[in-house]
């Protein structure tokens, strides 16, 4: 018993075990990225307005992809700023 | 045999224009007409036309910062959509206008929207939770 809490604490300790992640898309099931929706293409923008890493939100690539197409066309129709600040 | 191919394979299109926001309320819909007319005259056909009205830009456009926005769907071959375009940008109430190509998840996406259903869930996970990014 007391060699398992002495080997515990010669191992570094894990200081960080965040929840894996994942494609919120292929999660739902969802198909179709709306341009429309500006509200939901927030959650994949920073304060000002762009957008974020792959490594930050777990989408998979090919729905980063339909992201970045849904923001930019977001953008065009003034839906979305390209640039501002405090967004949220 | 080319022009029996495009009318038998309509492709699914969406229209989303801002007009400017000096227009009347009969001028604002006179203009949705034109366009309809053109394409229900190029043998296209409005699958749903929504006049979502005054909403504020995201950014000002012309040095105005509020738009009248009108979104419509519709089927049409895809000679129609240059028609449409070249008509659009002649028009001096037009500020901007974008025409998307949908896809059949895209077309199933808005018909499930238009009766006010938000998002769809696949039985198998159906866990709502709303991860944020720090």
């Known amino acids: 018993m007391a060699k398992q809490n002495d080997i515990k604490y010669l191992s570094t300790a894990r200081v960080d075990n965040r929840p894996k992640k994942y494609c919120r898309f292929k999660k739902l099931g969802i198909k179709y990225v709306d341009y429309k929706d500006a509200e939901f293409l927030k959650k994949f923008l920073n304060e000002q307005g762009k957008m974020l890493p792959r490594r930050i939100t777990g989408n998979s690539l090919k729905f980063q992809r339909k992201v970045a197409t849904a923001v930019k066309k977001a953008r065009q129709m003034a839906l979305l700023p390209y640039v501002t600040d405090l967004m949220k | 045999m080319a022009t029996e191919t ?129």
């Open chain 2, 6 to 134: 495009t009318e038998t394979k309509l492709q699914s299109y969406e229209l989303m224009v801002i007009f400017t926001p000096v227009l009347a309320e009969e001028e604002y819909k006179t203009a949705q007409q034109k366009f309809t007319d053109l394409i229900t005259k190029n043998g296209g056909a409005i699958v749903h036309s929504d006049a979502m009205g005054l909403r504020s830009l995201a950014y000002p456009i012309d040095k105005k910062t509020t738009g009248l926005y009108w979104l419509v769907e519709y089927q049409a071959a895809g000679n129609v959509n240059a028609i449409l375009e070249v008509q659009m940008g002649r028009d001096e109430s037009i500020m901007r206008q974008m025409i998307t190509r949908l896809d059949k998840y895209a077309v199933e996406f808005n018909e499930r929207r238009r009766k006010g259903i938000k998002l769809v869930h696949t039985p198998k996970n159906v866990v709502e939770t709303e991860e944020e990014e720090a």
